[in-house]
């Protein structure tokens, strides 16, 4: 799969039904919903993989992320993170304190998965799921009775913290961008061209506060790579990593610290600069 692009959705949310269902069982609440607030959409390859639903709620600093799915082929590779990462920063475009979640406390992946990205456990309601609200009476999730809903909630972190540019020279301005965003999956926020004779690229590292930037030009060359220094970047999954080193094709080097060894795969970039990518989330 080619580096996932997210972006909102303003067309017809009816063509996307099948990836709603995915993430809700009852036909008339989905009905009751399905065209309220915001769409993000996750695309590759020039398809839809994904989508996330964020809604107003009755508290007017918080939204509600009401529907969300990966297609099944598509997940595992990250696209999920993408699409939480995105509505945290639409979140903070409007200056919003919490974003809540909802989910079944039998669904036990989906739990999983919130509490990875950052969400935490607020309150369970009980019996939210029932005939009356359109779901079946024997609905289960691998076993475990569809009964209760689980509430989880993260703080925004505010827009005015710092934020970090990490900018290098290059020669090889192209190759570097397709080894980061196309390989690697990081999203192109701008750039520039012959600005005082230099062109430029930003691309963001998702769920952080920092971006990279890449310059070409002007009358000097680049800098000499150094095995010891590294770019890390804790991807969280293994499914997450492999599918970063498919994309690049480049094959993995020995580090220089031992230590990369046992915790990450360490490849180079076209200018020679090492890339370690940790199959870990941070911690």
Known sequence: MSA????????????????????????????????AGELLIATADEEVVGHLQLIETEFPDRLEIKNMAVAERSRRLGVGRAL??????????????????????????NLRFYQRCGFRMRSIERDAFTP????????????IPLRDRAWLDMPVAPDHQMHVRVARHTTRLPELLRFYRDGLGLTEIGGFRDHDGYDGVFLALPGTRAHLEFTAGGDHGAPAPHAESLLVLYLGEREIVDAALARVGVEPVAPANPYW???????????????????????
């Open 4 to 35: 996932v692009q997210i972006e909102r959705h303003e067309g017809d949310r009816q063509a996307l039904r099948l990836l709603f269902e995915l993430a809700e069982d009852s036909r008339s609440e989905l009905d009751s919903y399905i065209d």
């Open 84 to 109: 939480i990462n995105a509505a945290l920063q639409l979140a903070r475009e409007r200056s919003c304190s919490t974003v809540d979640v909802a989910t079944a406390t039998a669904d036990v992946d």
């Open 132 to 143: 009356a609200n359109g779901y079946d009476r024997d609905a289960s999730v691998d076993g």
């Open 261 to 283: 060894a046992d915790n990450g795969v360490t490849i180079e970039d076209p200018d020679g600069f090492r890339v370690v990518l940790v199959p870990q989330p941070y911690s």
